[in-house]
């Protein structure tokens, strides 16, 4: 109570507005182009401009019976997926292999697994496009996949291990002492207590691949993603379908994203509250 108590009186009441205030326009900055594509996605006029026409779902009836937008969608439904699930698997055994076990140059070891996110796009594309190339790979879906796992898979190790550091270290010897094995203890009580990170790490992967484009645009040739679709639609006009198809991307990101913060914060407050009930 008395910790409480001098935090609310050392807090002053004009730098908490001002925070929220700062915060709410970093949040109107990132999102109102997002929110001015979703607008003009119903909007009847073929240019954003204001003021608006009339109602109309025109543009997503036109993205609906274009087939390239089709095949662009079952492409990176298909790569996400498959690229969510690969880079999940290969998460969860990074993350484990860096809790449990001490080995020279484990720091190397961690350095490396997380660094394809720290590395610019253009220069993992093209690095990718020709290593692929060199092995034959390069321009399939095969290739797409490859590339998006490398870059996803570092995700999905950091999402994992942050769950498993909140394990208690008593519990996998525990489990040895009454008998069980490695791979018993694994499936009955690593697994089940990393679930929800392990499905909040599908979901982040399958959104990070589904909206990645500059590795696929080098890598993917003509088994082209939805996001480089929409590149192909601005190089020949500017379309509205554009608005209606980063719409529909938009929201199932946003899906996925949301799916994974209430697995991972949900469960997280259980394990408090648990945790206060012991106290």
Same mark, same amino acid.
């Given at each position: 109570?008395?910790?409480?108590?001098?935090?609310?009186?050392?807090?002053?009441?004009?730098?908490?507005?001002?925070?929220?205030?700062?915060?709410?326009?970093?949040?109107?900055?990132?999102?109102?182009?997002?929110?001015?594509?979703?607008?003009?996605?119903?909007?009847?006029?073929?240019?954003?401009?204001?003021?608006?026409?009339?109602?109309?779902?025109?543009?997503?009836?036109?993205?609906?019976?274009?087939?390239?937008?089709?095949?662009?969608?079952?492409?990176?439904?298909?790569?996400?997926?498959?690229?969510?699930?690969?880079?999940?698997?290969?998460?969860?055994?990074?993350?484990?292999?860096?809790?449990?076990?001490?080995?020279?140059?484990?720091?190397?070891?961690?350095?490396?697994?997380? %660094?394809?996110? #720290?590395? *610019? =796009?253009?220069? +993992? $594309?093209?690095?990718?496009?020709?290593?692929?190339? !060199? @092995? /034959?790979?390069?321009?399939?879906?095969?290739?797409?996949?490859?590339?998006?796992?490398?870059?996803?898979?570092?995700?999905?190790?950091?999402?994992?291990?942050?769950?498993?550091?909140?394990?208690?270290?008593?519990?996998?010897?525990?489990?040895?002492?009454?008998?069980?094995?490695?791979?018993?203890?694994?499936?009955?009580?690593?697994?089940?207590?990393?679930?929800?990170?392990?499905?909040?790490?599908?979901?982040?992967?399958?959104?990070?691949?589904?909206?990645?484009?500059?590795?696929?645009?080098?890598?993917?040739? %003509?088994?082209? #993603?939805? *996001? =480089?679709?929409? +590149? $192909?639609?601005?190089?020949?006009?500017?379309?509205? !379908? @554009? /608005?209606?198809?980063?719409?529909?991307?938009?929201?199932?990101?946003?899906?996925?994203?949301?799916?994974?913060?209430?697995?991972?914060?949900?469960?997280?407050?259980?394990?408090?509250?648990?945790?206060?009930?012991?106290?």
């Amino acid at each position: 109570m008395s910790g409480s108590g001098a935090e609310s009186i050392n807090r002053n009441r004009g730098v908490d507005w001002a925070l929220r205030g700062y915060i709410l326009l970093a949040y109107l900055f990132v999102f109102a182009p997002i929110a001015a594509s979703f607008v003009f996605s119903f909007n009847s006029d073929r240019f954003p401009s204001i003021p608006l026409g009339s109602f109309s779902l025109e543009w997503y009836e036109a993205v609906a019976s274009d087939p390239l937008v089709w095949q662009g969608l079952q492409n990176t439904l298909v790569v996400g997926v498959i690229v969510g699930l690969i880079s999940t698997l290969l998460g969860f055994g990074a993350a484990y292999t860096d809790y449990r076990y001490k080995f020279m140059g484990k720091q190397v070891y961690l350095a490396l697994a997380l %660094l394809p996110p #720290t590395i *610019p =796009v253009i220069i +993992l $594309g093209l690095a990718m496009l020709a290593y692929l190339s !060199r @092995i /034959n790979l390069s321009g399939n879906a095969l290739s797409v996949i490859i590339a998006h796992v490398v870059v996803c898979a570092p995700f999905a190790m950091a999402i994992i291990r942050l769950r498993l550091s909140q394990m208690d270290p008593a519990l996998e010897p525990a489990a040895w002492n009454l008998g069980a094995s490695e791979w018993k203890t694994m499936r009955h009580v690593i697994v089940p207590f990393t679930k929800p990170a392990i499905f909040g790490a599908l979901f982040i992967t399958m959104a990070v691949s589904f909206d990645e484009f500059a590795v696929a645009w080098f890598v993917s040739g %003509l088994n082209e #993603t939805l *996001p =480089v679709k929409v +590149l $192909g639609f601005l190089q020949g006009q500017v379309s509205p !379908r @554009i /608005n209606a198809i980063g719409t529909f991307v938009f929201v199932l990101s946003m899906t996925l994203v949301i799916l994974a913060q209430l697995l991972l914060s949900g469960k997280g407050a259980n394990d408090r509250a648990l945790a206060d009930d012991k106290e």
